[in-house]
């Protein structure tokens, strides 16, 4: 049995002045290294250490999220399109400019949602990373690649 459609398909028309860009053209005008707004906002974190390598203080931030495993993200890219997990790992990046984390708390529940392997192992690194500069970590997780990060485990 086919079911008639309800809904049509969504459709985007770009608009005639920016061409997608979200930007007026007086936004668009100003030049860094020969690339406008719109060109860096579609730089992912990744490309986006080139342009910015000789600001220290921008370069720093991005490298804390690629290190994190974030370079694929793009600077523009909303974060209704990013994953609870690259959330998380977002944040606590910017939480890491804090030269000290000494006191603060840090409750993530079920932070594995949306990551594979690996990206639990670099959630884990940052985790590691904040501790040791004295932050605090209370996760509500079920999953076991957290163990090893973990000093005390609560089972219900």
Not at 77 to 100: A, W
Request: net charge negative.
């Amino acid at each position: 049995i086919e079911l008639p459609q309800r809904y049509s398909e969504p459709v985007r028309v770009e608009c005639e002045v920016c061409i997608g860009a979200k930007l007026n053209s007086r936004s668009l005008l100003p030049r860094f290294k020969g690339y406008n707004l719109a060109d860096i906002m579609n730089f992912t974190l990744e490309q986006s250490l080139a342009v910015f390598e000789i600001h220290r203080l921008i370069a720093n931030r991005i490298i804390r999220a690629c290190q994190f495993g974030l370079g694929y993200v793009q600077l523009g890219q909303g974060m209704d399109s990013l994953s609870g997990g690259e959330l998380q790992r977002l944040n606590l990046t910017i939480e890491l400019k804090r030269s000290n984390l000494e006191g603060a708390w840090f409750i993530l529940t079920h932070p594995s949602t949306g990551l594979h392997g690996p990206d639990i192992s670099i959630l884990g690194e940052l985790m590691k990373v904040m501790t040791e500069r004295g932050a605090t970590f209370i996760l509500v997780e079920n999953r076991e690649e957290f163990l090893p990060f973990a000093d005390h485990v609560i089972e219900f």
